[in-house]
C-alpha cells in the first residue's frame, strides 16, 4: 500500500514538473527570426499549449502502462491526473476568491516614471484610502473609495503639507470627479481657515464667505435662495468647482454675464487678472485673453456669438515672468467654433509634437506625432474624420510599420526590421480574412 501511495504522488508531481520543463525549453527557443514580436510571441504560446499537452498525454499512458504492470492497478495512473486537475481548480478558485474579497495594494506611474497614485483594489477597482500625488512626489490627495466610487473622508494638501481642504464625498459625476457631500473646510496655506461649506449631492447649500455660485446650467445664481443673480458685481467671489473661487468684476443679467468681464486670481492676497472679455447676453463677443497665475498670457482668441472665430492660441508658462508669454502650446484656425486648417501642439521648449489637419472640425488629411527630438513617430491619413489610406508609424527599437486604412480598419500592413528589411505583410480581406507573409533578413519568403 505504501509503495502504491509513493507512486501515486510521484506520478502527480511528474505532470507540473513536465509542464515547467516545457516551459524552459520553449523560453531557450529563438522565435524571432524573420517574423515581428507579436509573431514571436503567438509562436512561442502555442508551442508551450501544444507541447505541454503532448508530454502530459505520453505520461498519462505512460504511468497507466507502469501502474498496472508493477501494482496492478491501473487506476493509479488514472487518479494522478484528476488529482492534479482538481487541485489546479482548487487553486485557480482560491486565486479568484482572494481577488474578488481581499484587496490588493497597487501603485500607479505618470509618463514620467513617477509615482502618481497608491491605494488598494478590489476586483480591480478603487478601494479604501488612495492617495494622489504631484510630479513632484508631495501627496495631492488622500480619498475613501468603496467598490470604484469615492465614499467618506476626503483631503487635499498644499505642496508643504498643510491642509487645503478636507470633507466628505458620495459618488462621482460624469468626469469621475468626486461629489462634495456635507461640511466643507477650507484652508488657506498659512492655515487660516477660509471658508467653511455645506453640500448635499453636491449642491452648495451654504457658505459662511461667499454669496454666490454658479449652478449646473451654468448661471450665477445667490446661495441663499438659489436663484439667478441681477446686479453688478465687482471683485466679487461666486462659487465654482475650484476650492477657492477667483474674483469677478461684470454685470449679470438674469445669472448671465453681460458687458465688459474681468476675472481675478488671488494669490498671497494680491489680485492678479486670469481673463479679459466681453459678454453679450451670456455669449463671448470680441478678444477674449486668459493669463497664467503668473501674469503670462494663457490664450487669446476672438469670438461671436459665443462661437471662436480666427486664430486661437494657447502658451505655456514659463520661468522668465516679465515675458508676456512663454512658448506656444497650441494654435489652429477656427470658423464657427470648428477647428479649420493645420492644428499644431508643441512642448515647453518649442518643438512641434503633434500636426492635425481639419476641414469643418473634422480630420480630413495627415495627422503626424513627433517625438521630443523631432523624429517622426507616426502619420495616418484622414477623410471626413475617419482613417483612410496611408500610414507609417515608428517604434522605439527601430521597427517600423507601413500600411493602408480603409473605412478606419486596418486592411494592409507591413512590418519592417530596424535595419530596414522587411519582416512581414499582412493583409485583411472583407469576408474576414487574414493573410500574412514572413521574410527573413535577406527578403527570402518563408514558407
Same mark, same amino acid.
Given at each position: ?73 491501473? =487506476? ?107 461640511? =466643507? ?172 489637419? !481639419? ?10 506625432? !513627433? ?77
Amino acid at each position: 500500500m505504501k509503495m502504491k501511495l509513493l507512486f501515486f504522488f510521484v506520478t502527480a508531481a511528474v505532470y507540473p514538473l513536465l509542464v515547467g520543463a516545457v516551459a524552459l525549453i520553449v523560453r531557450l527557443i529563438n522565435f524571432s527570426a524573420g517574423t515581428d514580436p507579436a509573431g514571436a510571441g503567438m509562436a512561442r504560446g502555442f508551442t508551450f499549449i501544444y507541447s505541454s499537452i503532448f508530454v502530459c498525454i505520453v505520461w498519462f499512458i505512460l504511468s497507466i502502462v507502469l501502474a498496472q504492470v508493477y501494482f496492478r492497478a491501473w =487506476w493509479i495512473g488514472l487518479l494522478a491526473p484528476v488529482t492534479v486537475a482538481i487541485i489546479l481548480q482548487a487553486i485557480f478558485f482560491g486565486q479568484n476568491y482572494i481577488r474578488d474579497h481581499v484587496p490588493h495594494s497597487y501603485t500607479e506611474y505618470d509618463a514620467d516614471g513617477n509615482v502618481c497614485e497608491t491605494g488598494k483594489k478590489l476586483r480591480f477597482r478603487r478601494h479604501g484610502k488612495i492617495t494622489e500625488y504631484r510630479s513632484d512626489g508631495t501627496v495631492w490627495s488622500v480619498e475613501t473609495y468603496r467598490h470604484g466610487e469615492p465614499d467618506g473622508p476626503c483631503e487635499f494638501f498644499y505642496p508643504d503639507g498643510k491642509m487645503m481642504a478636507k470633507g466628505r464625498e458620495k459618488g462621482h459625476d460624469r468626469k469621475l470627479t468626486g461629489i462634495p457631500d456635507g461640511t =466643507w473646510s477650507y484652508y488657506r496655506q498659512d492655515g487660516r481657515l477660509d471658508d467653511r461649506r455645506i453640500y448635499e449631492k453636491g449642491e452648495l447649500l451654504s457658505s459662511e464667505k461667499y454669496l454666490y455660485y454658479c449652478d449646473s446650467a451654468g448661471l450665477i445664481c445667490t446661495i441663499a435662495d438659489r436663484r439667478p443673480f441681477t446686479g453688478r458685481l465687482e471683485k466679487t467671489g461666486i462659487v465654482r468647482k475650484a476650492f477657492f473661487p477667483n474674483l469677478f468684476t461684470t454685470q449679470v443679467k438674469e445669472g448671465v454675464c453681460d458687458g465688459g468681464y474681468c476675472e481675478y486670481y488671488t494669490i498671497d492676497g494680491r489680485l492678479t487678472v486670469a481673463k479679459t472679455a466681453t459678454y453679450i447676453d451670456g455669449k463671448l463677443d470680441g478678444a477674449v485673453k486668459t493669463y497664467h497665475p503668473n501674469g503670462q498670457l494663457r490664450s487669446e482668441g476672438f469670438y461671436a456669438g459665443g462661437e471662436t472665430q480666427g486664430r486661437y492660441t494657447t502658451y505655456h508658462a514659463d520661468s522668465t515672468a516679465f515675458r508676456p508669454h512663454g512658448n506656444i502650446e497650441y494654435c489652429c484656425d477656427y470658423l464657427d467654433d470648428e477647428r479649420y486648417g493645420t492644428a499644431r501642439w508643441y512642448d515647453e521648449d518649442g518643438r512641434l509634437r503633434m500636426e492635425e489637419e !481639419y476641414v469643418e472640425g473634422k480630420l480630413e488629411g495627415a495627422v503626424k506625432r !513627433y517625438d521630443s527630438h523631432g523624429k517622426l513617430l507616426s502619420v495616418y491619413t484622414y477623410r471626413d474624420d475617419r482613417k483612410e489610406g496611408p500610414y507609417e508609424t515608428h517604434d522605439s527599437d527601430g521597427w517600423y510599420y507601413k500600411g493602408r486604412y480603409k473605412n478606419d480598419k486596418l486592411v494592409y500592413r507591413e512590418t519592417y526590421r530596424s535595419d530596414g528589411s522587411l519582416s512581414s505583410t499582412s493583409e485583411w480581406t472583407d469576408d474576414g480574412g487574414f493573410i500574412q507573409n514572413n521574410y527573413d533578413k535577406n527578403g527570402e519568403l518563408i514558407k
